[in-house]
Structures are given as C-alpha cells and as structure tokens.
C-alpha cells in the first residue's frame, strides 16, 4: 500500500501540458544580470527561452553587433535558465561575464520560470505573445535563424 504514493506522484509529470496557443502567461518576476527586478507584463511581444548554455549562446550569437536596448525596442525579453549552473561559478565568473553584454537577461537561478514553456535543451524557444496570451511558438537551433527573426519584428 505504501507504493501507491510513490507511484502517483511519479507520474505527475505525466499531467503537466505544455503551454497552448490562446493561453495567458502567468506573470512572474526574476532578477537579471545586474540584480534589477523585472516582472512579464502585457506589453511584451516575444519571449526568448534559453534551457542551456548553448542556447544562450545562440542569442549571443544573433545579438552580435546590435545595439543597446535592441531586445527592448522589439518589446522582447530574454530568460535564461541557470539552474543547473553551481551556483558559485553562476556568482563568480557567469553572471558578472553577462554584465557586458548589452542586452538584458532575466536569470532563472532557482527553475520557477523556465520548465513553464518546455522546449528543446539545445534551442531557443520564441514565444510570440499579444496582451499576455501566446500566439505562436516557435523554436530556433542556429543564430541566423534568430537573427533573421528578430529582423522581422522590427518595432
């Protein structure tokens, strides 16, 4: 009898769904790379997820040579999740290394944001949102890809 516990909550991941289409984003706030407070609005377009380091890479990668405040002007944000990064290299060497970049990242440390949009490990996932509900996802594994879409959604 004891089993039984055990057994159901093994498989209540099984019952998690994924986010549909249609869908409002639950509001949430995180810390970025310089410790400033954001909290997800409705006035965000695009979300960009990043699960790994090489998805972060990525949007390095097709941010290269844009200026500051480029993410913004496109009403993007940008959530990177560290939380499998040790936390003492995240504080010692990664986040002050995110502090030259010029565009802001919001910094899941702890996983209470990102598992929210699943997606691949090694992609970005855009999230196309109007007035906080999802209307398009879409997943990107290059930084041309990226690049060329963050082109298109010009302000």
Request: proline residues 6%.
């Amino acid at each position: 009898m004891k089993y039984w516990p055990v057994l159901l909550l093994s498989l209540l991941p099984l019952w998690a769904q994924a986010l549909e289409v249609g869908e409002r984003l639950a509001p949430w706030t995180l810390l970025d790379q310089f410790d400033q407070a954001y909290t997800l609005d409705n006035q965000v377009q695009t979300l960009l997820v990043a699960r790994s380091m090489e998805a972060a890479k990525l949007v390095d990668a097709a941010l290269q040579g844009q200026p500051k405040g480029y993410l913004e002007a496109r009403h993007t944000v940008f959530l990177a999740d560290i939380q499998r990064m040790p936390r003492l290299i995240a504080k010692m060497f990664a986040v002050p290394h995110m502090r030259d970049y010029s565009y802001r990242i919001m910094l899941d440390r702890d996983g209470r944001v990102a598992p929210r949009y699943p997606g691949a490990q090694d992609k970005v996932l855009w999230l196309q949102i109007k007035d906080g509900q999802l209307v398009a996802q879409h997943e990107y594994a290059t930084a041309e890809q990226l690049r060329e879409a963050l082109e298109k959604a010009r302000p």
